[in-house]
């Protein structure tokens, strides 16, 4: 069974910068984008970044310019970094994996906070 494992999550003052990433336990067939969402306390879970296997990436309004999505397809991983945090930016985030084949897997979450 495939797990996705995040790593990288944190306390850091705003300004500051953190590096997610994501890995698969096993092999995933057909990936189709890899993706992190986050969800902070009383909110939806949002779409932060996504990226296609074409390689191309999509971000959500709120984190452009300071967040950059990258993929190792030989790895199975997927990173996030993260610069010029805001404590809005406060909130649980979970990596996504879609396959061609309509599978879905999900990581556990990682915590990341940024005081002000």
């Known amino acids: 069974q495939v797990q996705l494992v995040e790593s990288g999550g944190g306390l850091v003052h705003a300004g500051g910068s953190l590096r997610l990433s994501c890995a698969a336990s096993?092999?995933?067939?057909?990936?189709?984008?890899m993706g992190w969402y986050r969800q902070a306390p009383g909110k939806q879970r949002e779409l932060v970044a996504s990226?296609?296997?074409?390689?191309?990436?999509d971000y959500a309004d709120s984190v452009k310019g300071r967040f950059t999505i990258s993929r190792d397809n030989a790895k199975n991983t997927v990173h996030l970094q993260m610069n010029s945090l805001k404590p809005e930016d406060t909130a649980v985030y979970y990596c996504?994996?879609?396959?061609?084949?309509?599978?879905?897997?999900w990581g556990q979450g990682t915590q990341v906070t940024v005081s002000s």
């Open positions: 996504n994996f879609q396959t061609y084949f309509r599978d879905e897997y």
């Open positions: 096993g092999r995933v067939f057909g990936i189709r984008a």
């Open positions: 990226i296609a296997s074409g390689d191309s990436k």
